[in-house]
């Protein structure tokens, strides 16, 4: 069974502190995404990996960074988390090797809360 | 730039009806979809995908339509039931270069399905 696991469910942290969210798949999937769920705005991506230490800016890049030294764990850091960062973020990882082998898996998200 | 959309932020259907969830797309180069359901506090799950090359893709009660020349895109579930209750995401992989498998979501539609 494909897994994509996310290492916390829920995370409260304070306004400026460093946070690491982990994530890790078990398919041996070149490609890895993280992105960010909000009401009314769907999901946006923040950061795309295609291979190890590749990564490349989503639409939403600005306050994260991500780290792929493996290729089965993709971290996103928030470098100095802000309120606005609040939001249920969620890992994916796909295939590379063409449009018939874009289907994603995700993990089971993490809520995130920053105060 | 929203390149797909769902208008429709909520649906609300009885049981044992038709349920139909629209999305449309503004990116021409796109050429594959799927349809992703999420429950809350849970990652999405991949439902059902179309190429470009067809019109209509079937699977059980999920059917998803594709009309190209009005770049619009439809999920049809027949008939509804309770368990059906979720958000409902369309996605588009970009194409091209170390893009591949990069999805673009829309902002989803909440169903609600009752019995």
């Known amino acids: 069974d494909v897994k994509v696991t996310q290492s916390s469910r829920y995370l409260v942290k304070r306004t400026g502190e460093k946070v690491f969210l982990e994530c890790v798949q078990d398919?041996?999937?070149?490609?890895m995404f993280w992105y960010r769920q909000d009401p009314g705005l769907g999901l946006r991506l923040i950061y795309f990996?295609?291979?190890?230490?590749?990564?490349e800016k989503g639409d939403i890049p600005e306050g994260y960074s991500v780290s792929r030294e493996k290729k089965e764990r993709f971290s996103l850091i928030l470098e100095s988390a802000s309120t606005n960062q609040t939001s249920m973020y969620l890992c994916?990882?796909?295939?590379?090797?063409?449009?018939?082998?874009?289907?994603?898996?995700f993990g089971q998200g993490t809520r995130l809360t920053v105060v | 730039d929203q390149q797909v959309k769902q208008n429709s932020p909520s649906l609300s259907v009885q049981e044992g009806r038709i349920s139909i969830l629209n999305c449309d797309y503004t990116?021409?180069?796109?050429?594959?979809f799927l349809w992703y359901k999420k429950y809350p506090a849970e990652g999405p799950t991949f439902l059902i995908s179309i190429s470009s090359i067809k019109d209509k893709n079937e699977d059980g009660r999920f059917t998803v339509f594709l009309n190209k020349s009005a770049k619009h895109l439809s999920l049809h579930i027949v008939p509804s039931q309770p368990g059906d209750s979720a958000v409902y995401f369309c996605a588009a992989p970009s194409a091209g270069g170390t893009s591949y498998g990069k999805l673009t979501f829309g902002q989803g539609t909440i169903l609600t399905v009752h019995p």
């Open positions: 990116n021409s180069m796109f050429d594959y």
């Open positions: 398919m041996d999937h070149e490609n």
């Open positions: 994916a990882s796909s295939l590379w090797g063409g449009r018939l082998n874009t289907e994603a898996f």
């Open positions: 990996s295609y291979d190890v230490k590749m990564k």
